[in-house]
């Protein structure tokens, strides 16, 4: 089964950065978008952005005290299929 490769993420980025930029007002430079969370691949057939899961808890001080900060981890979930077109990923590879 060969599945064509999807351009969504680009494609609504581009569109994105059209109408974002339309909604600036006044002179500016610099202007950038950008996905949040987006993960490059160096090979396969992947959504380079995927949801997360973070994780958080409270550590104990060696005293048997709770420590002031949470501890906080981000777990990313790969999906399997595209979530703009649907198309069902490829995967293999890896993660850059
Ligand atoms: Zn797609």
Not at 49 to 72: A, D, H, I
Request: aromatic share 10%.
């Amino acid at each position: 089964m060969t599945t064509e490769k999807c351009n969504c993420f680009e494609d609504v980025l581009n569109r994105a950065k059209v109408e974002l930029k339309k909604q600036v007002k006044g002179e500016i430079t610099e202007f950038d978008v950008r996905w949040m969370n987006y993960s490059f691949f160096l090979s396969g057939d992947y959504s380079p952005v995927n949801p997360q899961l973070e994780m958080s808890y409270r550590e104990f001080k060696r005293s048997g005290e709770p420590k002031v900060n949470l501890t906080k981890k981000q777990i990313s979930i790969t999906c399997s299929y595209c979530p703009m077109c649907g198309r069902e990923l490829a995967k293999t590879g890896g993660e850059a």
